[in-house]
């Protein structure tokens, strides 16, 4: 037992002898890697940085990710891309992080980490991914606003009218993102790092599928509301604008539950889109304007939507009143802030036909009717109070003395809609619908005050102060270069006639001293 004892630490000496050894030379080893420069065969992506301190290496790194953020990455739903500068998505980095990632490739960690990481050095490189960190909110709201580009649309299956009769058309099912995870994709791609360039990202979607089947499109066929308005006295420009809008809006098919938006439907309201210029009320005023008309044809599809008894999201009246529907039947399209919207509250679809002819609109709602057929629905409108504007005067710079009108009058109206319900015949209630103030506009008066005579500005301009159109045409006619020039014609005639009277006198004087002096001469001779 003791020889074995002996044996033992014999051999546990002889152990401790080469560890120790071993240690020693790894201290050695160490002693000639330590420092504070990066060891050479340390990449941050493709960027060498062995040799360089962790200063260094954090100002060449951040030079390196600043050049990778300025380029595109690739976001891939389904079979559609879009390519974004990755800056757009709001990342960030750390060079110190990153540097300090660096440096820590054989410096760190034990002993035999440590040694194993520098012996591995020699045979391959080292890579440390650039990794950043990303703005969920900016991320989110790049992929909000460019959604639509990302996304496969949904095309509803649908109707089409064909010789008075409903052909069912397929749709096709659409790709939507997924947004909450889309996010956390791109989160996590970033955060793992690259060691270049950014590459394509699938961000998760799902599914939609078409609304509408061929059962439940079959049972829209019965007419829920219909009505019609001319624009025979049109212009051109007017016609197009009327007509191309009902265009856009003919064949919509609107689910349960579903809003319905004019403006949305047939904007862009731009030549492009195939509008023309025509006149549009503005500020109380009519001027040109691109898709003046377009209100015709929102008050016209008003009137059969309300006929159909479906719900009012949005509308609103003219500033003035119109000639093509009574007071509160129309509905005003205006910029983004005048809308005529409109919810399919029913269980079933309902289809929009719309069409022009004869210079007529023409909407029809389709459904499937569930009223009773001794229901009967019908609209009028009164006029509340009224509201006659007084005659504005204006100067203008024309020659004085002339007067025009620039800005026709409109009465001003108060006015309310009822809807009147009857069932067999009978008027079961009459309730106000919707109420509308139209605004007065004054006619304008424009009153040239330009002349070369001050006293003549002057009065004109004292006149317009007046606001009195007869003091005003009496000054003007007194006071117009046509009168001006007569009147210095006629002061000068009146100064000839005055000349002509005092050389008169003045033979008459010189008559009486020639009399005088040959009645002395006769009386002389007389004496003599």
């Known amino acids: 037992m003791k020889k074995n004892w002996k044996k033992m630490a014999a051999i546990l000496g002889i152990s401790c002898i080469v560890m120790a050894a071993g240690v020693v030379g790894l201290s050695e080893h160490f002693a000639h890697a330590s420092g504070d420069t990066i060891l050479d065969g340390v990449y941050v992506g493709t960027l060498s940085v062995g040799g360089m301190n962790r200063e260094q290496a954090a100002e060449a790194i951040s030079q390196y990710a600043e050049a990778m953020i300025a380029k595109p990455v690739t ?3 389904g079979e559609k891309t879009v390519n974004v500068m990755a800056d757009e998505l709001g990342l960030s980095y750390s060079s110190e992080e990153l540097a300090q990632q660096a440096y820590s490739v054989g410096h760190l960690g034990n002993l035999i980490r440590r040694y194993k990481e520098q012996q591995d050095l020699k045979h391959e490189h080292v890579v440390v991914k650039v990794s950043f960190s990303m703005d969920e909110m900016a991320a989110g709201e790049y992929l909000k606003t460019n959604r639509e580009a990302l996304e496969q649309k949904t095309i509803n299956n649908g109707l089409k009218r064909e010789n008075g009769q409903f052909v069912f058309v397929k749709g096709t099912a659409g790709q939507k993102l997924r947004m909450k995870k889309a996010i956390e994709t ?3 791609y970033f955060a793992e790092g690259v060691e270049q360039e950014f590459g394509s990202v699938e961000l998760p979607s799902k599914e939609d599928l078409p609304k509408g089947n061929k059962e439940e499109l079959a049972k829209v066929k ?7 308005t001319n624009y025979g006295t ?3 420009g007017r016609c197009q604008n009327v007509e191309n809008a009902t265009s856009l809006i003919n064949g919509t098919i609107l689910y349960p539950g579903e809003t319905f938006s004019v403006h949305d439907t047939i904007s862009p309201i731009s030549l492009e889109n195939g509008y023309a210029l025509a006149g549009a009320y503005e500020n109380g005023t009519v001027v040109e304007s691109v898709g003046g008309g377009v209100c015709q044809v929102s008050s016209t599809l008003y009137n059969a939507v309300i006929r159909a008894e479906l719900e009012v999201v949005k509308r609103f009246p003219h500033s003035m009143v119109v000639h093509y529907v009574q007071p509160s039947q129309d509905a005003a399209i205006a910029g983004d802030y005048k809308d005529f919207q409109f919810k399919n509250t029913m269980d079933t679809p309902i289809y929009i036909d719309g069409y022009t002819v004869n210079r007529t609109i023409y ?9 009773d057929a001794n229901r009967e629905v019908s609209f ?3 006029i509340v109070s009224t ?3 007084k005659m504005k005067f204006t100067a203008s710079d024309e020659p004085i003395g002339s007067i025009h009108q620039i800005q026709e009058a409109h009465t001003g109206y108060k006015a309310v809609l009822y809807k009147i319900v009857k069932v067999n015949g009978k008027v079961e209630s009459k309730e106000i619908f919707n109420r509308s103030t139209y605004s007065a506009s004054a006619p304008i008066i424009a009153v040239g005050t330009k002349s070369e005579s001050k006293d003549a500005v002057q009065a004109i301009r004292q006149a317009i102060s007046s ?8 000054a003007a006619s007194q006071w117009s270069d046509a009168a001006l020039a007569k009147k210095e014609k006629d002061d000068k005639k009146d100064d000839k006639k005055d000349g002509k009277k005092d050389d008169k006198k003045d033979n008459k004087k010189d008559d009486k001293k020639d009399d005088k002096k040959d009645d002395k001469k006769d009386d002389k001779k007389e004496e003599d």
């Open 75 to 77: 976001l891939m739903v």
């Open 186 to 188: 791109l989160k996590s």
């Open 222 to 228: 019965d007419v829920l509301g219909t009505y019609s």
């Open 234 to 236: 049109s212009a051109a």
């Open 363 to 371: 909407f029809t709602v389709y459904g499937c009717e569930t009223r």
């Open 380 to 382: 009028e409108s009164e």
């Open 387 to 389: 509201d006659e504007p």
């Open 467 to 474: 606001g009195d159109y007869a003091t005003i045409r009496a």
